[in-house]
């Protein structure tokens, strides 16, 4: 390992540290704020996963490529949780994670959270929020076959399990305020 290497896994380590001191208060007022929470509690670990895991040796991608996969990664598995958490957190009296210019823009209020209450606005802001969260599962996908053979199963089962989480928001009627999203 060179020691540049070495100076990038204790900044992606003091990060996730960082990441995890954030408070379980903070409102994020937009997808940037949010994007940046999720960087540091669950993107950095898909970047520190990628020297564990190995790329490799008959990839054609570039290094770059493969991280950005497995910050994708970390990302749409952490906006994942947020969109399963929903229902128990607001029974916590807790909204923080929901980009508060996305709920104001749905027509969406706190008290509509804490209330429960599947809506259309409600629906619509899940299917952004689901679309959002595709995406960053799309991205991630791209990497996989870039790892180490020995090592591509469990992110394929990390893909396969978070896309079930989203398929079952959209089967519950995206009622994640009751129904908690569950995988078979």
């Excluded at 599962?137 to 396969?160: F, I, M, Q, T, Y």
Aim: hydrophobic content about 40%.
């Amino acid at each position: 390992m060179k020691v540049e290497e070495e100076k990038e896994d204790v900044r992606l380590a003091v990060n996730r540290v960082n990441g995890a001191s954030v408070s379980a208060s903070t409102r994020y007022q937009n997808f940037d704020e949010l994007y940046l929470y999720c960087y540091y509690v669950a993107g950095t670990v898909g970047l520190m996963s990628v020297p564990v895991m190995g790329i490799a040796p008959e990839s054609k991608a570039s290094t770059e490529t493969v991280y950005n996969a497995a910050l994708a990664l970390g990302i749409a598995n952490q906006l994942t949780n947020i969109l399963g958490d929903v229902g128990e957190d607001a029974r916590r009296g807790r909204i923080y994670d929901l980009p508060q210019d996305e709920l104001a823009q749905a027509g969406l209020s706190d008290d509509d959270i804490f209330r429960g209450k599947v809506t259309d606005k409600w629906q619509s802001f899940m299917k952004d929020q689901i679309k959002r969260a595709r995406m960053f599962l799309d991205e991630a996908e791209k990497g996989v076959a870039e790892l180490n053979s020995a090592s591509r199963w469990p992110v394929w089962a990390s893909l396969l399990l978070y896309r079930q989480i989203l398929d079952a928001i959209e089967a519950n009627g995206y009622d994640n305020f009751t129904k908690r999203p569950g995988v078979m």
